[in-house]
C-alpha cells in the first residue's frame, strides 16, 4: 500500500540552529499535512500542501511540497525549546480524509 | 467547546479481557477515525467512518471493532485484548467537506496496557 516515508528518525539540535525534516513517497501524493505532537500530547495540525511546488510560512517554519508532489519538508529557523516533539507527515485522501502518516521526527533542543 | 474527547486516559488490562474505548467530538464533524500510535511507526489507522451510519477498515483492523453510535460518538471494541495490542489509541474527527481542508482533530488519546 501508499507509503510515506519519513527521515530521519531523530534530530537532537543546539538551540538557535536551524532543523529539517524530509518526507518522500515513491508515488503522486494528493496533498501532504504536517503535524507536531508535543512529548505525551496528541497530534495538532500545522499546515496542509496541495499545489505542486508550493511552499508556506508559519513564523520559523517553512513547508516545501515537490514540484513533482512525491517529497515534502519542514523547515525549522533558529530553533527554540519550544519546538520540541514529534512532526509528522500524513498524505490525506481528498474524499474519505483518511490520513497515511510518516513515521515521525523527533526533534530534541538543547538550551 | 470540548473539541474530541476520548475515555478511560489509561487502561491495564490481562490478556483475553475486553474493552471499549469511548470517543466523542461537539464540532458537528461528519467523519470519525481511530489510530494507534507505536514507537517508531508513526501513527496507523484502524477503522474510519466518513459518516455516520457507516464504517470501514483502515491499515491495522485486526482485533478491533467500532461502533458508529451516533453522529457524535464513536467507539473501538477490543473484544480479546493481545499484548500486541498495548499501545496509545488516538481518536479524531474531521469538518465537513473535501478537498481542500483535510485537517483532523485529535483527541488526547487512551493509553492501553496489555499484560
Known amino acids: 500500500g501508499q507509503q510515506v516515508m519519513q527521515i530521519p528518525q531523530y534530530q537532537h539540535v543546539q538551540e538557535g540552529e536551524d532543523f529539517t525534516t524530509y518526507c518522500n513517497s515513491s508515488?503522486?501524493?494528493?496533498?501532504i499535512q504536517w503535524y507536531k505532537q508535543r512529548p505525551g500530547g496528541h497530534p495538532v495540525f500545522l499546515i496542509q500542501l496541495v499545489k505542486s511546488g508550493e511552499v508556506k510560512k508559519q513564523k520559523r517554519l517553512t513547508f516545501q511540497f515537490g514540484e513533482a508532489k512525491k517529497n515534502s519538508s519542514l523547515h525549522i529557523t533558529a530553533t527554540q525549546t519550544t519546538d520540541v516533539g514529534t512532526y509528522f507527515c500524513?498524505?490525506?485522501?481528498?474524499?474519505?480524509?483518511?490520513?497515511?502518516f510518516g513515521q515521525g521526527t523527533t526533534l530534541q533542543v538543547k538550551p | 467547546n470540548a473539541g474530541v474527547t476520548q475515555t478511560p486516559k489509561f487502561q491495564v488490562l490481562k490478556t483475553g479481557q475486553s474493552m471499549t474505548l469511548q470517543c466523542a467530538q461537539d464540532m458537528n464533524h461528519n467523519s470519525m477515525y481511530w489510530y494507534r500510535q507505536d514507537p517508531g511507526m508513526g501513527l496507523r489507522l484502524i477503522y474510519y467512518s466518513a459518516s455516520e451510519g457507516t464504517t470501514d477498515k483502515g491499515e491495522v483492523p485486526n482485533g478491533y471493532n467500532v461502533s458508529r453510535l451516533n453522529k457524535r460518538e464513536f467507539s473501538l471494541r477490543l473484544e480479546s485484548a493481545a499484548p500486541s495490542q498495548t499501545s496509545v489509541y488516538f481518536c479524531a474527527s474531521r469538518a465537513p467537506g473535501q478537498g481542500l481542508n483535510n485537517e483532523q482533530f485529535f483527541g488526547p488519546g487512551t493509553r492501553l496496557t496489555v499484560l
Open positions: 500524513a498524505e490525506g485522501s481528498s474524499n474519505t480524509g483518511k490520513l497515511i
Open positions: 508515488t503522486t501524493l494528493s496533498n
